[in-house]
């Protein structure tokens, strides 16, 4: 039921999809008409209209769990599944391969702003060139109702964060299997020069079959790149990060090693809130032994969480590779999560595809998603073709 004030017709003002909502009044009204062009041309004049009708939207996409189906570009939205500091994810599936999907919207408020703009971009382009297990897979993006949508595989568990939330410390072998999947998807981003600059326990994603994936590459950049704005979260950040200094690689093992931390012990090595104090103990002295608290923690486990956070990144692991090689030591004969073992069977199984060549573009979109789907399994999917005649 509306009331006097409310505001009838901004989303589509804003977004330009047609509505179908009907208003009915029961007294008297006095109604503003406003068509695009003159929203518009109002917006340009007084762009503080167009920030208070996006919060209003930004909200309601918020607050509602489930949205009225909708179509972005092939893909067809349901409900709402997660929310972030600049957009909404959505649960969709595919048109045509009936496959499921989340999609990732930039909040229309952001969508206004250049920077952010340029920024969710560019973690959509940054995981679509990065095929690897344990990064989260980019199929799509689609530019419609003047905002972004980035269209990834839909992940079925719980984020470390949340699973640490309910559980509280991690067993040790469980813990080194999700550091070790974690430092393998950050063999693969370092190795394109890309520093992801926020690893956090709310970027881990466990998936039911214990496979992890590494999330949000939103603030990831090349590597030697500066910012006086620190990015990422605090309680993670590295004293380079802090500071304002040129990131590598190491700035993230350090984000990992005081992950590694709250993951042993329970908690973050500083208690400090006050952020100012805690920026203060991260740039002047490594963090605590976690042996203080836990006597019983591995000592390879150890080891890497204190190589990994040293203040000094010249004194930090000198490429991740060489950090994973401290966390094998824990599994000694075992084998070791995402190490492929000397000798596998092998099973190839062989599908014809029958088609026009008027119908070989749209077969081979298909079949790249279809490839993007299958990769995180470590299905390989090889392609030939042949000419026939009917």
Same mark, same amino acid.
């Given at each position: ?7 009838v017709?901004?989303m ?9 909502a009907?208003?009915?009044?029961q007294? $008297?009204?006095?109604? &503003? ?7 518009e041309?109002l ?10 009708? *996006? ?7 918020? *607050? ?10 092939k ?10 500091? &600049? ?8 048109? /045509? ?15 206004? $702003? ?9 973690? +959509? ?7 690897? =297990? ?19 595989? #839909? /992940? ?6 949340e ?5 509280? =410390? ?12 974690? #430092?393998?998807?950050?063999? #693969? ?12 326990? %709310? ?10 994936k ?6 990831? #950049? ?14 993670? +950040?590295? =004293? ?16 990992? %090693? ?5 993951m042993?012990?329970?908690?973050r ?11 203060? /103990?991260?740039?002047?002295?490594d ?7 836990? =006597? ?23 490429? *991740? ?10 599994y000694?004969h ?7 073992? $000397? ?8 599908l ?5 060549p $008027? ?29 026939? *005649?009917?």
């Amino acid at each position: 039921m509306l009331k006097a004030g409310d505001i009838v017709g901004e989303m589509s003002v804003l977004t330009g999809e047609p509505r179908s909502a009907n208003v009915e009044a029961q007294t $008297e009204m006095t109604l &503003w008409k406003l068509d695009a062009r003159a929203f518009e041309a109002l917006a340009d004049s007084y762009p503080d209209l167009r920030l208070f009708l *996006t919060e209003i939207m930004s909200k309601r996409f918020e *607050t509602s769990i489930f949205v009225r189906d909708r179509t972005i570009g092939k893909y067809l939205l349901s409900n709402r599944i997660g929310k972030g500091g &600049w957009g909404i994810v959505y649960r969709g599936i595919h048109n /045509l391969l009936k496959m499921p999907v989340a999609i990732k919207m930039m909040k229309h408020d952001m969508a206004m $702003e250049p920077l952010f703009l340029e920024t969710f971009r560019r973690e +959509a382009e940054i995981i679509a060139r990065m095929r690897h =297990p344990n990064i989260v897979s980019v199929y799509d993006i689609e530019e419609v109702y003047r905002t972004i949508f980035i269209v990834m595989e #839909c /992940l079925e568990g719980v984020s470390l964060k949340e699973m640490m939330e309910k559980a509280g =410390p991690i067993p040790a072998e469980r813990c080194v299997n999700i550091l070790a999947q974690v #430092c393998a998807g950050l063999i #693969c981003a370092h190795s394109y020069d890309i520093i992801h600059r926020d690893i956090k326990p %709310g970027n881990i994603f466990l998936l039911e079959n214990d496979l992890v994936k590494l999330l949000d590459f939103g603030l990831a #950049c090349v590597s030697g790149t500066k910012d006086m704005n620190i990015a990422g979260t605090v309680y993670y +950040a590295s =004293p380079e990060q802090i500071d304002g200094r040129p990131v590598d690689f190491r700035s993230d093992l350090y984000s990992l %090693g005081i992950m590694a931390y709250e993951m042993v012990t329970g908690q973050r090595p500083f208690q400090e809130e006050n952020l100012a104090q805690l920026m203060d /103990l991260y740039c002047k002295y490594d963090i605590p032994d976690p042996a203080e608290i836990m =006597p019983e923690i591995d000592q390879n486990m150890r080891e890497f969480i204190r190589t990994c956070t040293r203040c000094d990144p010249d004194k930090r692991y000198q490429s *991740t590779q060489q950090a994973r090689k401290e966390l094998m030591k824990f599994y000694s004969h075992r084998d070791m999560p995402g190490e492929a073992s $000397e000798k596998k069977e092998r099973v190839v199984t062989s599908l014809l595809l029958f088609h026009t060549p $008027e119908q070989q573009q749209d077969l081979k979109a298909a079949l790249e998603e279809f490839g993007s789907k299958v990769s995180h399994l470590g299905i390989k999917i090889s392609m030939s073709e042949h000419s026939d *005649t009917y």
